[in-house]
């Protein structure tokens, strides 16, 4: 995938905008940021519970791997070449509902 087809996954999905986050091209929804280019071009940092993360690199180690900045966030970097659009879809709705379950969390504080 290219990140211009990973902007027209994200975009056809309700309340997701486009925006920046961390200087780099990134999607939010209400303002929360659920994935967002990594700088090098080639990944995307997309936010998942850990649980998620875990079996995501086990099952596909090439396509979804993390590195030291990201072991305490509740992310992983998506390999953008080997991941297709139905993978995305998946991935990028699930980001809404756990940036959801956090905001949630927050008011309720």
Known sequence: MTFN??????LAMEGVEESTWY????FKVHG??????KE??????VR???EQRRELMEAD??????????????A???CLSRVDAAAMRDLLRGA?????GEQRKRRAK
């Open 5 to 10: 087809a990973v902007r027209k996954v994200a």
């Open 23 to 26: 200087g780099t091209a990134a």
């Open 32 to 37: 929360a940021g659920i994935a967002r280019l």
């Open 40 to 45: 090098d071009g080639k990944s995307l940092v």
């Open 48 to 50: 998942v519970d850990f």
């Open 61 to 74: 180690p090439e396509t979804y791997y993390i590195t030291d900045h990201y072991l305490n966030y509740p």
């Open 76 to 78: 992983v970097l998506v």
């Open 96 to 100: 809404c509902r756990f940036v959801a």
